[in-house]
């Protein structure tokens, strides 16, 4: 069984593994906040670890990940807008308002083996957070047109995406969103996106395996948490979390629990209440929705950055990498009422479908250079779905995309 160590009561923790020697295990921490619960990888399952392929290792040195996940953790004034990786140049910008010197002076005592350029921004984050929500409180027809709104990287202005192809539709929101925002204000045309709603698993779970609902519907799990109140498996919000679930098919004898397991309602991350005790195991599969290899989680990831690599593991499609972060704090309408913020868009390189529906709530993972795998977030949606599908084939319920949408995991960990 799984072993559980206290932990605030404020916190949620997922269970991860951090291998010393032989079976021992460490606790992984953020600014003196502890997010894991160290578990053994039990025996039964690790006979089906592998490591990553190299091709979903993350393309930034570790050395520098280091130092940029050191200036964000210091972030306290809310200076930083985001941070960008331009593999061409083999560097990183790091976009900030204000006075930055401090972050300068960091960055001149690095070791990173490539260049970190800190630029300044021409606004800081919360003044283009406010300006969003101007714009979509403020407006009379701007909700029922929106595909997503978000502020730019540089932090020098908003990008709003709307479903109305008409020149003189997208004028005419324009011309009410500029009038309300004072910040620059792009607007583009774009397709509503959808929500993306392991087949043989068995004791111990893994992760990234197929759940089912009392409805009807077909998720995947992303992370096994705890907290305060309880146990719980982490997925997406839009999953509906207050039903009933169950590991496999609904007719599956392993319950896995009912209701939701926390207050959180900024993005599209939720917990399911484990009303049965599930043997579980620290590791996610990595392979096609078929096989049953997995490799072991080790840690939370720090937020994303803009040109950095992440891997989807969604039940349906199984394992899929080379998935480029193109925007990160994304708010998304999906329609029926259900908009999330904080959102990350990414790309798969190669134009594959990357994940569809069946696959929401599934792991996000960041492999970083050395090949160790961090839990990073959680599958979302899809863009411009179509019959062409990883793993499973598309069908009437089923569509995919290599545009796809996630939700980051470390601040829905930091809420409770």
């Known amino acids: 069984m799984i072993k559980k160590r206290v932990i605030a009561s404020a916190i949620i923790a997922v269970f991860l593994v951090l291998p010393i020697s032989g ?11 502890q997010y894991t619960v160290s578990a053994p990888i039990p025996n039964e399952i690790r006979k089906k670890l592998v490591s990553p392929s190299i091709d979903s290792y993350s393309r930034i040195p570790q050395d520098t990940r ?20 331009f593999p061409d140049e083999k560097s990183v910008r790091i976009y900030a308002a204000g006075d930055v010197s ?3 002076s960091l960055i001149r005592g690095s070791d990173s083996s490539i260049p970190i350029v800190l630029i300044k921004s021409a606004y800081y984050p919360s003044e283009l957070h406010d300006a969003i929500q101007d714009i979509l409180y403020r407006t009379s027809n701007f909700n029922d047109h929106l595909t997503s709104i978000a502020p730019k990287t540089d932090g020098s202005g908003i990008v709003v995406t709307v479903d109305v192809p008409d020149s003189q539709s997208v004028a005419s929101i324009d011309m009410q969103a500029q009038s309300i925002a004072s910040i620059p204000v792009e607007f583009n045309y774009a397709e509503k996106m959808e929500s993306a709603i392991r087949f043989g698993d068995t004791i111990p779970y893994s992760t ?6 009392d409805l009807g519907t077909a998720c995947t799990t992303a992370f096994w948490g705890t907290n305060a109140h309880g146990e719980q498996v982490i997925t997406a919000n839009h999953c509906d979390t207050t039903r ?14 009912a209701g939701k397991a926390s207050n959180y309602t900024e993005s599209d991350v939720d917990g399911i209440k484990m009303t049965s005790s599930l043997q579980r195991s620290p590791t996610m599969y990595w392979g096609n929705y078929l096989e049953n290899n997995v490799v072991a989680l080790h840690g939370i990831a720090r937020e994303p ?13 199984g394992t899929v990498a080379n998935n480029i972060v193109t925007a990160v704090n994304l708010t998304i309408n999906y329609g029926n009422g259900k908009v999330y913020g904080g959102l990350v868009k990414t790309k798969q390189q190669n134009e594959i479908p990357a994940a569809g529906n069946g696959d929401s709530g599934g792991p996000v993972a960041m492999v970083d250079a050395s090949g160790r795998v961090y839990a990073e977030g959680i599958i979302s949606g899809i863009y411009q779905g179509s019959n062409s599908c990883t793993g499973i084939p598309a069908d009437d319920y089923r569509k995919c995309s290599s545009i796809v949408t996630y939700a980051p995991l470390l601040p829905y960990l930091e809420s409770e």
Not at 23 to 33: H, L, M
Not at 249 to 254: G, L, N, Q
């Open 23 to 33: 079976n021992a295990t460490s606790e992984i921490t953020y600014d003196s906040k």
């Open 66 to 85: 280091v130092v940029v996940d050191r200036i964000r953790s210091i972030d306290d004034n809310r200076q930083i807008n985001g941070v960008e990786y």
């Open 102 to 104: 401090y972050y300068e």
């Open 208 to 213: 990234g395996t197929l759940m089912s609902s």
């Open 244 to 257: 009933s679930w169950k590991m496999g098919a609904y007719d599956s004898s392993a319950l896995l629990g």
């Open 305 to 317: 950055i803009v040109g950095d690599y992440v891997v989807y593991n969604g039940s349906f499609s």
